[in-house]
């Protein structure tokens, strides 16, 4: 019996064995679906000639925003390009600048040959909101016959301030009011005509001028591009001032060159005297300025001091009836 009972142990356990064999054999193996998808390239580039881009968000056309893709600590220079790898489809493009200005492409179809957006000043959003005025506005001031028309094309930037006045005089009063010239906006400044400089300022305090305009009966029309906009030197000489001191038929002629010190004393005494007193008195000489000291000719030593302290001095000048002229440098320094 027990031999018997043992040869049945035997056949159970090799039928259950060839069972799971013959269930191994007809259980296929999980088929892999998982299929590479096909991606394309999309490239940006900062065509913003004088802008910085901080974010860019590339998303599908019926998801929101996701993450910015540039991250926290990265930004697109000047001329430097971003590229990244996207599925076929309809996709919505946004980049944003250092100011916080942004530029937005909406529903674009990227194909197989990918897409390349060479963002520049012409993409920007207008920003405005249903309250702003959507259609270009003509405003009018002045009195005269003859129409200056200024017309703001500066791509997003507000036109806050306007000068307009007669080259022989300084700058006059500020036309724009209360009022703001939004993009595609013109104001007409009525005038007799005559030559002019004309000046305005946008919202983040840059300059455009324009001198010596010559305006005859037919008027003039300006149309303020970011072209136009005012040079560091050009700003300089916006600011430079020109002063006049002293008696006497021989000028001396003291010009601030120190690259960004202002001068805030000068002195100018005969060789054999003891330094007198400052020719500046509350003035204060800004890059490009200059003060003319008239004196007697003679010998004369001359001093400057800028904001720092630091003095320039000239020994023992021999000046005559033509004057002299000193455009004071960091090389004179004492």
Do not use: H
């Not at 904001?307 to 004179?332: A, F, K, R």
Request: proline residues 4%.
């Amino acid at each position: 019996m027990k031999k018997l009972a043992l040869l049945l142990s035997v056949l159970t356990i090799a039928l259950f064995a060839a069972c799971g064999e013959q269930a191994d054999e007809a259980t296929p193996a999980p088929a892999d679906d998982t299929e590479e998808v096909a991606t394309v390239e999309v490239t940006i580039t900062n065509g913003l000639e004088a802008w910085e881009i901080y974010s860019i968000f590339i998303d599908p056309s019926e998801e929101p925003w996701s993450d910015d893709l540039l991250g926290e600590e990265e930004i697109l220079s000047i001329g430097e390009s971003f590229t990244v790898d996207v599925e076929e489809g309809t996709w919505d493009i946004m980049v944003t600048d250092e100011d916080g200005d942004t530029y937005t492409l909406w529903e674009i179809e990227i194909g197989p040959e990918g897409y390349q957006w060479n963002v520049t000043l012409d993409d920007l959003d207008s920003g405005w909101g249903e309250d702003e005025f959507t259609e270009p506005r003509i405003l009018e001031t002045g009195e005269g016959t003859t129409p200056i028309a200024i017309i703001n094309d500066l791509q997003g930037w507000d036109i806050f301030w306007l000068y307009v006045d007669p080259t022989d005089e300084p700058w006059g009063d500020d036309l724009m009011g209360m009022d703001v010239l939004y993009q595609d906006d013109q104001i007409i400044v009525w005038v007799d005509p005559g030559t002019y400089d004309i000046k305005v300022e946008d919202e983040d305090g840059d300059t455009y001028t324009l001198w010596e305009v010559e305006v005859d009966e037919a008027g003039y029309e300006w149309n303020v591009t970011l072209d136009d906009m005012d040079s560091p030197e050009d700003i300089e000489m916006l600011e430079a001032v020109s002063l006049e001191t002293g008696e006497g038929t021989a000028p001396i002629t003291i010009s601030n060159n120190l690259g960004g010190w202002d001068i805030l004393y000068v002195y100018v005494d005969p060789s054999d005297s003891p330094w007198g007193e400052d020719r500046l008195g509350a003035d204060i000489l800004e890059g490009s300025s200059e003060i003319t000291v008239w004196v007697d000719p003679g010998s004369y030593d001359i001093k400057v001091q800028d904001e720092d302290d630091d003095t320039y001095t000239l020994w023992g000048i021999d000046v005559d009836e033509n004057g002299y002229e000193w455009s004071v440098t960091l090389d004179d320094i004492d």
